[in-house]
């Protein structure tokens, strides 16, 4: 495949194609416009539903359990999406999604507002409208390899999916959050769905997405001999790297809110973790223009390494060094997951690119999810150093991992 290249692997400053020019191109700007819209309202999505579950159910800790439903379902929906996108295209599983998930979430919206609703029966429509919640990310994903060349240009374009996705995650809290005072508990959610359904409708609809009528299986690979996505060679080592990513934002996530609230100054935890996020985009801005190394199989493990030593500062103590280590940190999320997403061009079959895809995400979210419940724990009962601590030296273990299981990746690139 081309991203296995020397001159894929290659890029500098000088051949590193501008972001304009990737997002001009023949048949993107719809598709941008659509999937920006939809990873704007994904982004809103949680938190939305905390806010008008909480608002309904008056607990946080029964609205927290619907959004662990709800983050479950979309794990899950996130492989079986990845699957029917290889194998269809992107428009017939979007249009169907679409289908399910507005009914469902008109369900969810209805279930909430009225009172004594049952949990068992709120809980299954949770899961089910989460799980057919269209992800414009995995379908965004798989055009990309049909509106680009391979190299430098692909590594652009993975390096705005990324960008623009912290973007959102950045802004979308606020414009939720803000809806919900300001307006009706459930104004965020009803907004976020309905622009969830409506920008999967019009991505769908797409003349380039329209084309892509799946990927044919390999022609070295019959279609009954076509290796799983797990068992690709390099596979599991990009799934450990990806389960570290997201288990050292888990506890970052929870580490900061505790840490502030412990120096008495709690309402600095939406700053830190707003800066951290501008970080992460700024990195990723500038990572693009020379990635460095410039095999991805080393600079994966780099960048871990990075992440996890660069948690340090916290130590220094007070808010100057929880503020720095935010910094540092950011710098290395967007280019880590950009690494992610560009190996698996040279990992896996075309026709198995989306599923593939869509199992980092799975797995980066169960990190997330596995990291902030042990950050919450530790918190609890030996404070907020101890969480970073043990977070720092959970990243470094799933780096010494991938960095063992390296030549497996590097292998797998000059093989395709």
Not at 331 to 346: F, I, M, N, R
Request: glycine share 10%.
């Amino acid at each position: 495949m081309g991203s296995g290249s020397p001159q894929a692997r290659h890029v500098s400053r000088h051949d590193a194609p501008g972001y304009r020019s990737i997002l001009t191109a023949p048949g993107t700007p719809p598709l941008v416009i659509w999937s920006l819209l939809g990873r704007l309202a994904f982004a809103m999505t949680n938190l939305s539903l905390l806010l008008y579950v909480r608002a309904g159910s008056g607990s946080y800790a029964f609205a927290g359990g619907m959004t662990a439903i709800s983050l479950i379902g979309t794990a899950a929906g996130a492989i079986a999406q990845g699957r029917l996108i290889d194998r269809f295209g992107p428009s017939r599983p979007l249009l169907a999604l679409a289908a399910a998930y507005g009914p469902l979430s008109l369900t969810l919206l209805a279930m909430v507002s009225a009172q004594g609703t049952p949990s068992v029966p709120l809980a299954c429509v949770v899961l089910a409208q989460s799980a057919t919640q269209p992800l414009l990310a995995v379908a965004s994903r798989a055009m990309w390899p049909r509106l680009v060349p391979a190299g430098a240009p692909r590594q652009t374009a993975y390096s705005y999916e990324t960008i623009s996705t912290e973007t959102c995650y950045l802004i979308a809290p606020a414009i939720a959050a803000t809806l919900a005072a300001t307006l009706w508990p459930g104004t965020p959610l009803t907004l976020a769905s309905s622009l969830i359904t409506i920008a999967a409708v019009g991505f769908a609809l797409a003349p380039a997405a329209r084309r892509h009528r799946g990927v044919e299986h390999s022609a070295v690979e019959p279609p009954g001999h076509t290796k799983t996505v797990l068992h690709r060679r390099g596979m599991l080592i990009l799934l450990t790297a990806a389960l570290g990513f997201g288990t050292g934002v888990g506890f970052v996530a929870v580490g900061v809110p505790a840490a502030a609230s412990e120096l008495g100054v709690p309402a600095a935890a939406g700053l830190l973790l707003a800066t951290w996020s501008i970080s992460s985009v700024l990195g990723g801005l500038a990572y693009n223009r020379r990635p460095w190394p410039p095999e991805p199989s080393q600079r994966l493990p780099l960048l871990m390494a990075g992440f996890g030593l660069l948690v340090c500062p916290v130590f220094i103590g007070g808010l100057g060094g929880i503020a720095a280590a935010m910094i540092l940190t950011g710098l290395t999320l967007a280019p880590q997951l950009t690494t992610q997403t560009t190996l698996l061009d040279s990992l896996v079959a075309p026709e198995q690119v989306s599923e593939a895809f869509g199992w980092i995400t799975t797995v980066s979210a169960l990190g997330n999810a596995a990291g902030q419940a042990a950050s919450g724990a530790v918190v609890e009962h030996s404070g907020s150093e101890t969480a970073f601590l043990i977070g720092a030296v959970s990243i470094l273990a799933f780096t010494a991992v991938t960095s063992l299981g390296r030549r497996r990746l590097e292998a797998t690139e000059a093989s395709c």
